[in-house]
Antibody, heavy 120, light 106 residues
Framework: QITLKESGPTLVKPTQTLTLTCTFS??????????VAWIRQPPGKALEWLAI???????RYSPSLKTRLTITKDSSRNQVVLRLANLDPLDTATYFC????????????WGQGTLVTVSS | SSELTQPPSVSVSPGQTVTIPCSGD??????ACWYQQRPGQAPALIIY???QRPSGIPERFSGSNSGSTATLTISGSQPVDEAEYYC?????????FGGGTKLTVL
């Protein structure tokens, strides 16, 4: 059974850097083809893909946020970390991590999400 | 970059059939996935590879993809189906979502 859970601060100040951790089980990021993605959703708005990291450390970022995002992995701890720099109140959102599930044609299995508010 | 377009909202009466379209040129060459998101919950996969259902998803949910439009169909809609629905494709290792469709069952 695949599970993912996001953790991190619920309130951060503008200009600070947000660090979120995704802790997962049921698969290994050391296995060929595996990956973990981050997606966010501002209150009342649509899903927005942020970044993805692959088993071989290949990384892709949303073009609109590329300069502010960093994604890393610790395969031994089954964790993926997302950092978003220079926060703005517009970054207030629920942040989800997700795993493309090979059994389901790379459809995403999701964590529960964590709400992050950016406010002074 | 690729774009997927969905209508902001659709409505259906209980027991009736509703379709939710998702359009974009990339759909001509990619499989579509569909997610259901109820208020306060994470999205959940309901259709993958255009028309496949994960285990546990009711048969009233079905999908298709033709030309540049993928379609989610809910047959015999139930009040519990009231939710936001998102289509999604993969584009060169990047995830692309549609803007979401709010389904009202009334």
């Amino acid at each position: 059974q695949i599970t993912l859970k996001e953790s991190g601060p619920t309130l951060v100040k503008p200009t600070q850097t947000l660090t979120l951790t995704c802790t997962f089980s049921g698969f290994s990021l050391s296995t060929s083809g595996m990956s973990v993605a981050w997606i966010r959703q501002p209150p009342g708005k649509a899903l927005e893909w942020l970044a993805i990291i692959y088993w071989d450390d290949d990384k892709r970022y949303s073009p609109s946020l590329k300069t502010r995002l960093t994604i890393t992995k610790d395969s031994s701890r089954n964790q993926v970390v997302l950092r978003l720099a220079n926060l703005d109140p517009l970054d207030t959102a629920t942040y989800f991590c997700a795993h493309p599930t090979d059994v389901y044609g790379e459809g995403l299995s999701w964590g529960q999400g964590t709400l992050v508010t950016v406010s002074s | 970059s690729s774009e997927l377009t969905q209508p902001p909202s659709v409505s259906v009466s209980p027991g009736q059939t509703v379709t939710i379209p998702c359009s974009g040129d990339i759909l001509r060459s990619r499989f579509a996935c569909w997610y259901q998101q109820r208020p306060g919950q994470a999205p959940a996969l309901i259709i993958y590879q255009d028309n496949q259902r994960p285990s546990g998803i009711p048969e009233r949910f079905s999908g298709s993809n033709s030309g540049s439009t993928a379609t989610l169909t809910i047959s015999g809609s139930q009040p519990v189906d009231e939710a936001e629905y998102y289509c999604q494709v993969w584009d060169s290792s990047v995830v692309v979502f549609g803007g979401g469709t709010k389904l009202t069952v009334l």
